[in-house]
Each structure stands twice: as structure tokens, then as C-alpha cells.
């Protein structure tokens, strides 16, 4: 079999993907960047979010391996999840939430952070890293989106989910976490629960792109997650606008599939096809005699 020179790709790179540079020019441009994160609904999601012109996609990995498995196992996941997202999506950045074992260790951040670029993410999201560490990565080329402010699902289990920034000093804490992250190679950033005036100072600060998510604060873009979106919160977050009730509405097609599988009114005789009827009679009589 011979192989055409148009077959062989020799980077992981692509000229459609929304790469840290292309966010970077929407930042430069004053365009907003529009990031989401589909949680536990998946793919189909992504793809939706992707057909609308949405430029990013947050996610921690959504597969999982049965318990009892060792780390490298269970971090094979996040490259199977990307795997995945990847082949429903080709143009939305893929920011991926690094588990925070894999950047314990200098040598595990690159290794892993490349594996996971190699897979199709564009970034990685090292929740709450070091400035070494994250100088690390930035200089074995592994690029990076993180976050500052309210540290979500990582300060907060230890802290609780609380407002950041509301004295003049903390909020300067915060825009020195974030220029350091940035003179240290991120690419770009969100930030969560600061003050809007905070937010958008910071946002206009900092020459990365500067998305906020829980802050009311228009930023270079915002973050909502798909679970607030769509109203699937048993109580919604101040920040958070439903944009469509989803889950009455998966509820009402289930409802109205298993009524008519209970009433006979499904399936029809045209969701099906039938056999030649010589064939029939074939098989019939080929049943009776078993």
C-alpha cells in the first residue's frame, strides 16, 4: 500500500483549532472568548458548543476505570476522555484539569501534560500550581490555561466556597498571582469569585486572555458550566443564568417513549421491515420442527 505524502502528519498541531494564540488575538482584537464545561454531560455537549462557535471546552477526565487501579492507570483516563472529546469536537480548545499528582513532580507535569497535548488537549489546567512548577512546564514547552482567585474543588474543600478579592489587598494578592502565572509562561487564565471591579482590572492588566467565571465581570470572556446552563442544579449559583431547562425536557421524551412501549403504540409496523414471505414460511416451518 503506498502512502501519499497528504497522509503524513508531522505535528500535533492544527491551523483550525482554537491554540492558545488564537485566544491570545481574540484577546488583542477585543473579542470575547466563550468558555464552557460540560461536567458529566459529555461529548455530545462539546460537539453542540462547537457548532455555535463556542472557543472553549474545560474538563477534568470523564472516564473512569474500575477501583483498585494504580495512578498511571487511572491517568490514562484523562487521555482516553480527550480521545474522546476530540472525536466529536476538531475546532474547540480543549482545556484539560490536570489532577493535581501529576504536577507534584516535575518530570510527571511534562511527561503527563505532553501525553495529554499529544492526545488532541491544547492546554492544561494545573489547579493552584507553583510558579516553579508551572516555569517548568512552560519551558518543556507543555502550555498551559490555569486559574486564580477562588480556587474551585481545590482551596475549597479545605476553605469553603467563599468571595475572594473584597479588600484592596487581597485583590492586589490575587493580580500578583496572576501576572506571576503569566511572566511564568500561562497562556491565559480564569478567575473566579473576585469583585467585578477586581476582575475586569486584572482582565485589563494582564496582556493573557482573562475569562471570569463566578465574578459578573465581562473580562475577555466568560466561563459558565453546562450543569448551570441548562438548569440542572438542585439550587442555581448566584452567578449562573438557565439558558434551557434540560432536564424536564430529557424527562418528558423518556416519559413519553416508555408510555407508548407500555401501550403497544410503540414500535409500528413502519419502524420495522418484514421477511419474504417464502423465506417466512420457510423459517416457520424450520421453528416448528425444532
Known amino acids: ?45 462539546a460537539l453542540a458548543a462547537e457548532m455555535v462557535g463556542c472557543d472553549i471546552l474545560r474538563t477534568p477526565h470523564m472516564l473512569s476505570l474500575r477501583s483498585g487501579n494504580s495512578l498511571e492507570e487511572d491517568l490514562m483516563c484523562g487521555s ?28 510527571l507535569a511534562v511527561r503527563w501534560g505532553a501525553q495529554w497535548v499529544f492526545y488532541g488537549a491544547d492546554s492544561m489546567l494545573p489547579m493552584g500550581i507553583t510558579n516553579d512548577m508551572l516555569k517548568f512546564m512552560s519551558d518543556n514547552y507543555v502550555p498551559t490555561y490555569g486559574h486564580i482567585g477562588a480556587i474551585s474543588g481545590w482551596q475549597t474543600n479545605a476553605t469553603g466556597y467563599k468571595k475572594v478579592g473584597k479588600t484592596a489587598e487581597d485583590a492586589f494578592r490575587i493580580f500578583k498571582w496572576g501576572y506571576e502565572y ?21 482582565a485589563e492588566k494582564l496582556r493573557v486572555p482573562v475569562v471570569s467565571i463566578a465574578g ?34 430529557l424527562c418528558e421524551a423518556y416519559m413519553g417513549w416508555a408510555t407508548d412501549v407500555r401501550s403497544g403504540a410503540y414500535p409500528e409496523d413502519k419502524h420495522g421491515y418484514h421477511m419474504d414471505p417464502a423465506e417466512l414460511e420457510k423459517f416457520s416451518d424450520m421453528m416448528a420442527k425444532f
Open 216 to 249: 459578573g465581570a465581562p473580562c475577555d470572556g466568560s466561563e459558565m458550566v453546562d450543569m448551570d446552563t441548562f438548569g440542572m442544579m438542585p439550587k442555581p449559583a448566584s452567578h449562573a443564568k438557565t439558558y434551557a431547562e434540560l432536564l424536564p425536557f
Open 80 to 107: 482516553l476522555t480527550i480521545r474522546k472529546y476530540r472525536e466529536y469536537t476538531n475546532i474547540i480548545h480543549i482545556n484539560y484539569y490536570m489532577p493535581t499528582a501529576t504536577y507534584a513532580d516535575k518530570s
Open 182 to 202: 503569566q511572566e511564568n509562561g500561562m497562556g491565559g487564565m480564569t478567575i473566579e469569585l473576585t469583585p467585578m471591579e477586581v476582575s475586569q482590572a486584572i
Open 1 to 45: 500500500m503506498e502512502v501519499e505524502k497528504k497522509d503524513i502528519k508531522m505535528s500535533t498541531a492544527s491551523k483550525t483549532r482554537k491554540s492558545l494564540y488564537k485566544l491570545q488575538q481574540m484577546k488583542d482584537k477585543g473579542e470575547k472568548i466563550v468558555q464552557m464545561c460540560p461536567a458529566e454531560l459529555g461529548p455530545i455537549f
